[in-house]
């Protein structure tokens, strides 16, 4: 086991504005707790003869779309075979992704078992009543819900306790290091603008989704991906841990730039890894968008002049 | 000679510097296995893609450690913890590109064997595993103080234990290939046939296509075939012929409803699309109270007629019922399912007869359907 640890992160009183963007995500976390409405995630759509069902009517939606709009859809998506249940079943998990499909579930008339579209089609839309109640639909990211406020408000909402402890411990260590480095203002600035672009590498990637998406990792992959633009020279302390033995375990000064494969290849790596259509319940496409905009910002950092930098600091 | 903490060290950051860009590499083949198993549990191109991938790993892995070590006589790693790896025994300045290249090589094939061989780093004389000893190269650091030779009780114990694990390893491969080669002469490998989108308990050679779903269904209430096989026909029928889809697809969803609204649903469908047998048909099942009057004096369907067999026998019809079985034994795929119901018939005529035997004359046809019986089945 490694982590960074600075030695200027057990003064933590140095460094208000990253405590104020914890405590922050913190509240709304607890906010979003516990004015939570009914979850999706008991809909009979989710069971699965309702996915098969759902592929199937999903497989006469696609044969009813123009070429064009055919196209945008995966390869895989055209190319599964109507006779096996398996496959069927397969694409419609993906159906329920599909944004167009979905706002035209209800109205569209389909061929085959009336009983059976008639329950699923009322069941949709319950479906999209209850997703459209859950605050990581209204708070969170998707193509459905873009408003402006949308795109500050995700960098602060969070699924669940893991994903939002997890958040906080880097926000915390990377956080403090770019407010020693050039100030609180700048910490919020690169924050804000950081999740703005991750937000834009999330849609873009993913245009036609409903999956909303939370939390603040494209902000701290801004943050990352900043200093180690911003400080390439600098060594920063990682504490490792391989046994209890004596010189198994301490400290080791290792520089910035290590942070870039340790994360960023890392994101890519998994982004190209995922099927085309498909999530994987991490939005690397944000944390790469986020770490563009922070690797900018970084160069931008370092072409300023040194009374610029300073003036920065003791803001 | 350098700590073996050190050693592992390095090689933990070596783990965490290299194992993003080999992942960068070997990203598209993963994604493309993911999509073939994706539409397919057990997909071919799958598996190549997963084999592609690995070699790419391991050969990126290589060439990633061999460009380090050419260059800069260490892995990232091994810079980071003042580590270099230097010819042995003959010193030289650097390390040519074919030593590298066969360390590496090694080094990377070690895993292979589960890691095992990396415990020679520990046990051996100066800490040189296979990999340094077949590529000449020792492994020193540059700090004021060096490890010491392991103890001989260290060599020792390690060696007798890598010793033991090279023979537990040999055994089991052994063992695998009696398996795998057991299990090719069983045929367990042959291509199995792509699942048919009808219901494999009704071959396919035993009804025609035309009174399938009519057949299966009589099969269905008679207890031969399963709930799940009844569906799946009448799925078939529902979503392949789409608005033409016959009123007896619905029935048969109607019997196998979860709820008694679903039912209703399915039974209302069935009268909107035909009103005449089958509408009569899904009442009669229905509803308790129906009597077999409802299902008319000429039916069509397999499945009326059966009922109608049903009820016959019920009442002690037993020359009608006789004459239905034998009328629904012309469908080959019903010939054997409605045996015992045959059986029963003849049986209950029999009883019949000797009960009755002087009260009243036994008919010609009765007579003849019970010796036709007993012929049949050599019975006395």
Not at chain 1, 18 to 40: D, K, S
Not at chain 1, 103 to 112: K, N, V, Y
Request: aromatic fraction near 12%; hydrophobic fraction near 45%; proline fraction near 4%.
């Amino acid at each position: 086991m490694i982590l960074p640890y600075t030695e200027d992160l057990r003064k933590y009183r140095s460094f208000p504005v990253t405590g104020a963007l914890l405590l922050l995500n913190f509240l709304i976390f607890i906010f979003l707790l516990n004015a939570g409405g009914e979850t999706p995630m008991n809909s009979p759509l989710l069971e699965e003869k309702a996915m098969v069902l759902s592929g199937r009517l999903y497989y006469q939606f696609l044969q009813s779309l123009p070429a064009e709009q055919l196209y945008l859809r995966p390869t895989w998506v055209r190319q599964v075979h109507s006779d096996d249940l398996e496959q069927v079943e397969v694409l419609g998990a993906y159906a329920l992704r599909d944004r167009n499909f979905m706002e035209q579930a209800s109205e569209q008339s389909f061929r085959g078992d009336q009983v059976q579209i008639e329950a699923w089609q009322k069941d949709v839309e319950s479906f999209k009543d209850s997703s459209s109640q859950q605050l990581a639909y209204r708070f969170g990211l998707t193509s459905l819900e873009s408003s402006p406020l949308s795109w500050i408000t995700y960098q602060f909402a969070h699924s669940g306790w893991m994903h939002l402890l997890s958040n906080s411990v880097f926000l915390a260590i990377i956080g403090a290091t770019v407010e020693s480095l050039c100030g609180g203002l700048s910490l919020v600035l690169i924050y804000t603008l950081g999740g703005i672009a991750g937000g834009l590498g999330f849609l873009l990637m993913s245009a036609h989704g409903t999956v909303p998406m939370v939390g603040a990792s494209a902000s701290i992959s801004a943050l990352l991906a900043f200093y180690c633009v911003a400080e390439p020279r600098r060594r920063i302390r990682y504490l490792y841990f391989v046994s209890p033995l004596p010189h198994h375990f301490g400290a080791i000064y290792l520089p910035t730039l290590l942070m870039i494969p340790l994360f960023l290849v890392t994101d890519a790596a998994s982004l190209w890894a995922i099927p085309e259509g498909l999530g994987s319940g991490v939005a690397y496409s944000a944390h790469l968008g986020g770490a563009f905009l922070g690797l900018i910002l970084g160069c931008a950092y370092r072409q300023l002049r040194w009374p610029q930098r300073q003036l920065l600091r003791d803001f | 000679m350098a700590f073996v903490r050190d050693r592992f060290l390095a090689f933990f950051l070596d783990f965490m510097i290299f194992s993003p860009v080999v992942s960068l590499c070997c990203a598209g083949f993963l994604r493309q296995a993911k999509t073939f198993f994706l539409l397919q549990n057990d997909s071919l191109e799958g598996y190549i893609s997963w084999a592609l991938m690995l070699v790419v790993a391991f050969v990126v892995s290589v060439l990633l450690q061999s460009a380090f070590l050419f260059f800069w006589q260490a892995t990232p790693g091994q810079l980071f913890m003042q580590i270099r790896v230097v010819n042995y025994p003959v010193p030289r300045s650097r390390l040519t590109l074919g030593q590298c290249l066969q360390r590496s090589l090694f080094w990377n094939m070690s895993f292979l064997l589960l890691g095992v061989p990396f415990l020679e780093v520990v046990s051996h004389l100066r800490r040189r595993a296979f990999y340094d000893r077949a590529s000449d190269t020792l492994v020193v650091t540059h700090k004021q103080v060096c490890a010491p030779a392991p103890l001989p009780f260290e060599t020792r114990m390690v060696s007798s234990w890598m010793h033991l694990f090279y023979f537990a390893m040999a055994l089991v491969a052994a063992m695998l290939f009696g398996r795998t080669y057991f299990l090719l002469q069983k045929d367990y490998f042959a291509q199995t046939e792509q699942k048919a989108a009808l219901c494999a308990e009704v071959p396919a050679s035993e009804v025609s296509e035309h009174h399938r779903l009519d057949a299966v269904m009589t099969l269905f209430l008679m207890n031969k075939v399963s709930s799940d096989c009844l569906v799946q026909e009448a799925d078939h029928e529902l979503w392949s012929e789409g608005d033409n889809a016959s009123a007896l697809a619905y029935l048969a969803k109607s019997l196998v409803a979860e709820t008694l609204t679903e039912q209703r649903k399915y039974v209302a469908k069935v009268c909107a699309l035909d009103k005449k047998e089958i509408c009569q048909l899904a009442h009669y099942i229905h509803d308790e109270d129906q009597g077999t009057q409802i299902l008319g004096e000429h039916p069509i369907l397999l499945s009326t007629r059966f009922l109608i067999l049903e009820d016959q026998l019920e009442n002690g019809h037993y020359m009608a019922a006789l004459s239905s079985v034998q009328s629904l034994q012309k469908e080959k795929v019903l010939k054997s399912a409605l045996e015992k119901r045959y059986v029963s018939a003849v049986w209950a005529l029999n009883e019949h007869l000797q009960h009755h035997h002087g009260r009243e004359p036994a008919s010609a046809d009765e007579q003849t359907a019970v010796q036709e019986f007993k012929d049949k089945y050599g019975v006395p």
